[in-house]
């Protein structure tokens, strides 16, 4: 198992940045790959940006170009980096883990850290 612990959602204006930071309960090396994942009003949650262990990122179209997802395996962090942020970016921002057991893998996920981008 795997515990994630979020930080650094808030409120900014649109045009501005926030960094979200998610740390894992257990060593990056035992993690297939994480990710960031977000649910706003009345949708589906959706992911925004995975990284796997050997380092390959995965963007949604929307948030290319803006959001850059890293890995600090030393303290087994994952952040994203928000720039450029739009109105549409509000929701709830949850962190994702992907581990293999037994040649089943198995999602953990965070608490989930609000974004609100004003207009």
């Known amino acids: 198992q795997v515990q994630l612990v979020e930080s650094g959602g808030g409120l900014v204006q649109a045009g501005g940045s926030l960094r979200l930071s998610c740390r894992a309960s257990r060593s990056m090396s035992s993690i297939n790959a994480m990710g960031w994942y977000r649910q706003a009003p009345g949708k589906q949650r959706e992911l925004v940006a995975a990284?796997?262990?050997?380092?390959?990122?995965n963007y949604a179209d929307s948030v290319k170009g803006r959001f850059t997802i890293s890995r600090d395996n030393a303290k087994n962090t994952v952040n994203l980096q928000m720039d450029s942020l739009k109105p549409e970016d509000t929701a709830v921002y949850y962190c994702n883990a992907k581990l293999m057991i037994l040649l089943r893998e198995y999602d953990y996920w965070g608490q989930g850290t609000q974004v609100t981008v004003s207009s």
């Open positions: 990284i796997t262990s050997g380092g390959i990122t």
